[in-house]
């Protein structure tokens, strides 16, 4: 099965569903989306595939959103692509591809819905919360 993750380093979740990924023993095609930014053909066919709009993708902390005044809910989804190819910070992250769909990764563990085969437990979410129990049993 190929993974892709359009990966940000520097957050934690992130870093934990890719971690997660590995310990599932994928080898995944990561795309640090910082370093390589996006197209809108990129973004649009991420977000149809994860059934998600650009609002609903839309990073508003630790982002310029405020600041570029993109947390008004009347800015239309178009003005929200332009900003996020100008600043692909502006996308929430992990989203991760694999052949049973495309999902917004947050919480960390709904990558497992992604995933054939899981990692063996105990697996915990970057806060400290069990993922999965030492059977390898999901705990929600």
């Known amino acids: 099965m190929s993974v892709v993750i359009h990966h940000n380093p520097a957050c934690g979740t992130s870093r934990n569903v890719l971690d997660i990924i590995r310990k599932a023993g994928y080898d995944p095609v990561v795309i640090e989306y910082l370093e390589t930014g996006w197209t809108r053909p990129q973004l649009l066919a991420l977000f149809a595939a ?21 947390l008004d809910p009347t800015v239309p989804d178009e003005v929200l692509l332009d900003h996020m190819l100008d600043h692909p910070v502006l996308v929430n992250r992990p989203i991760v591809c694999t052949p049973r769909g495309v999902r917004l990764c947050r919480p960390s ?14 697996l915990y979410k970057e806060d400290g919360q069990m993922i999965l129990n030492e059977n390898g049993d999901r705990v929600d």
């Open 50 to 70: 994860a059934d998600l709009t650009p609002r609903q993708a839309l990073r508003t902390t630790k982002s310029p959103a405020e600041e570029l005044g993109l």
């Open 109 to 122: 563990e709904v990558v497992l819905d992604l995933l054939d085969n899981w990692p063996e437990g105990p």
